[in-house]
């Protein structure tokens, strides 16, 4: 069985890691999520995290305009 094709770039913002990702599988599912990454040093677990996964589109304005969304989010839960 062939694996999928998972590309993922990773981004930092206010000290929460962030994974990008272009997921495509066996040709007939194609996945492009942005996820802000639990902590494990602190302790967090996707469950204790205040974030969800976000979706974005096929175009470079989809992919901006969630980033923004993520980062204005990570924004209002920085203490």
Same mark, same amino acid.
């Given at each position: ?7 993922? %770039? ?25 996820? %802000? ?20 589109g096929r175009s ?5 305009s969630r980033l923004i969304d993520v ?9």
């Amino acid at each position: 069985m062939e694996l999928p094709d998972m590309n993922n %770039v990773y981004v930092t913002h206010k000290g929460k890691e962030i994974s990008i990702s272009d997921h495509k599988n066996w040709g007939n599912w194609h996945g492009r999520e942005i996820a %802000v990454l639990p902590d494990k040093d602190k302790g967090e677990t996707w469950e204790s995290i205040p974030y969800d996964i976000t979706f974005y589109g096929r175009s470079l304005d989809s992919l901006i305009s969630r980033l923004i969304d993520v980062r204005d989010e990570i924004d209002s839960h920085d203490t």
